[in-house]
């Protein structure tokens, strides 16, 4: 599961997802589009279906990516631990991971449940990153059983952000080569950001 606003998808997001689905042999990797995100409850988004869109024109004909509606079309806000157990009831003999950044990690005792979540997951998967620290000693003494389930990924570091296309969007500078083709024509046609 890789859960996010993807506001809009971009490059990033697609070399995590295949890092992810590479390193664990993951079959599928489940694009879980985030409808109403509790963390950000003030940040404007576009509509989610535009979202949505996005997404499926980023992953394309990708057999390992497959897009959900899990959070969209059911009433917000949207906690990953509500998800994970949806998916753990829709699909119980399916082993879950759930990919995350670094900063999720060090983040995840303020989660909603983090407990449950813990328990839910098979794996948790974290993008390495060299900028963020994340005290593994204490997140498991928080969480226990935490630090059995972390897989960190070091992946190429694509220090991409969808915010800071949404900024480029607006000011009318390049962005082109940040998303896939798609999404920038979809960003362009649709006059978003």
Known sequence: MFGGTFDPPHIGHLVLADEARSEL???????VVTGEPPHKPDQPLVPVEHRLR????AIGNDPAFEISRLEVDRPGPHYAVDTLAELA?????DKRAYVMGKDSLRDLPGWHSPARFVELTDAIVILNRPDVEANLE???AQLPGLV???HFLDVPLVDIASHDIRNRVASGKAYR???PRRVADYIAEQDLY
Not at 25 to 31: C, H, K, Q, R, S
């Open 148 to 150: 059995d389930k972390v």
């Open 177 to 179: 080569y940040l998303v």
């Open 54 to 57: 996005m997404v499926e024109l």
């Open 25 to 31: 042999g993951l079959t599928e990797v489940l694009w």
């Open 89 to 93: 009831e829709r699909r119980p003999d």
């Open 138 to 140: 204490e997140l498991e």
